[in-house]
């Protein structure tokens, strides 16, 4: 008798199911939502990282929450993955996902139609987020390993802070300063990519922000009403001079971490922030650089990082 091996059924790999696969949510589970809810994006090697699990173990849930309509798997992500393979895929909040966390930690979602808002996040939009939440998760696991330091979270660092914001992991942050060039007066705001601090066994307490460049901001324009990574450098200079970071995030100091994406572009941001920092009572270690590439290959709390002056630095 010839007998036909059947293949297990392959479920589509970015629109669910019309039977989703049975399961019973958890703690863990909803523990996973919580992460890809306050992160925005994040890929199955992260969340597996933020929970301490397999990959394969992740993913396994992460199939089952994505096919019983919790988490979303953002079509833009095609544009990279077009075939089949084993890249990791990126997740977001889905509209059940909104409604879980509402239900069960009383978060409101201003705007709850999460699926419909990762419907319309494009290619670059969704990339920029995932470098942020490499970053992010890198930096969490660093601290994870030591006794001697505490990851401060961007909730922590806003004191006005809602309880909203706190649950949500939404707390906003912006510089502003007024900027002068050829006769022309503006006034320009920054929003970091991500704020954190450190607080050390001593009781010292350092502050961060951090710019993720990719690479197409000019380092410096003529006009200065189009962005730029110069104007950048100057509103925080200005903000650190004017004390915003005290008088509104009560901190005694705060640090720049800029990650960018080749030696060339760091050298042109070294050189931009010499320029804007050779005067008198000028900051120019309030800017740190490093290339995204080797910090991955690299505890970020370790790695050698460059100061506004070319100087090596850690964060320790």
């Known amino acids: ?38 992160h925005r994006f994040l890929r199955s090697t992260h969340i597996a990282a933020l929970v301490g699990r397999s990959l ?17 798997r953002p079509r833009a992500q095609l544009d990279y993955y077009p075939c089949s393979g084993s890249a990791p895929f990126v997740y977001a909040l ?33 990339e920029h987020q995932i470098e942020i939440a490499e970053f992010r998760v890198a930096l969490q696991g660093s601290v994870a390993q030591r006794s001697d330091i505490r990851l401060i979270s961007p909730e922590e660092m806003n004191p006005s802070a809602s309880r909203q914001q706190m649950l949500k992991g939404s707390a906003s942050f912006s510089f502003r300063a007024k900027l002068t060039h050829h006769g022309k007066l503006r006034e320009i705001s920054v929003v970091p990519d991500f704020v954190f601090g450190l607080r050390l066994a001593n009781g010292e307490r350092r502050n961060y922000v951090v710019e993720i460049d990719r690479g197409t901001m000019p380092i410096t324009r003529s006009d200065i009403d189009q962005t730029s990574v110069e104007r950048k450098l100057r509103v925080y200079l200005a903000a650190h001079a004017a004390k915003q970071h005290q008088l509104r995030y009560r901190w005694k100091n705060f640090r720049v ?39 991955t290959l690299a505890d970020p709390l370790d790695a050698a990082w460059f100061d506004g002056a070319g100087r090596e630095e850690v964060l320790l």
């Open 1 to 38: 008798m010839d007998v036909v091996a059947t293949q297990p059924m392959r479920r589509p790999r970015f629109r669910r199911a019309s039977e989703p696969l049975a399961f019973r949510l958890t703690d863990a589970d909803i523990e996973i939502v919580r992460h890809v809810a306050r």
């Open 257 to 295: 971490l800029v990650l960018t994406t080749s030696d060339d572009r760091q050298h042109s941001m070294i050189e931009a922030s010499r320029r804007l920092t050779s005067g008198i009572g000028k900051n120019p270690v309030l800017f740190l650089f490093k290339r995204t590439e080797l910090l």
């Open 56 to 72: 394969d173990r992740t993913n396994d849930r992460l199939q089952r929450l994505f096919h019983a309509g919790y988490i979303d």
């Open 94 to 126: 889905a509209d059940r996902g909104a409604r879980l966390l509402r239900d069960h930690d009383g978060i409101a979602f201003a705007n709850p139609e999460c699926s419909r808002k990762n419907r319309r996040a494009g290619r670059p939009f969704i």
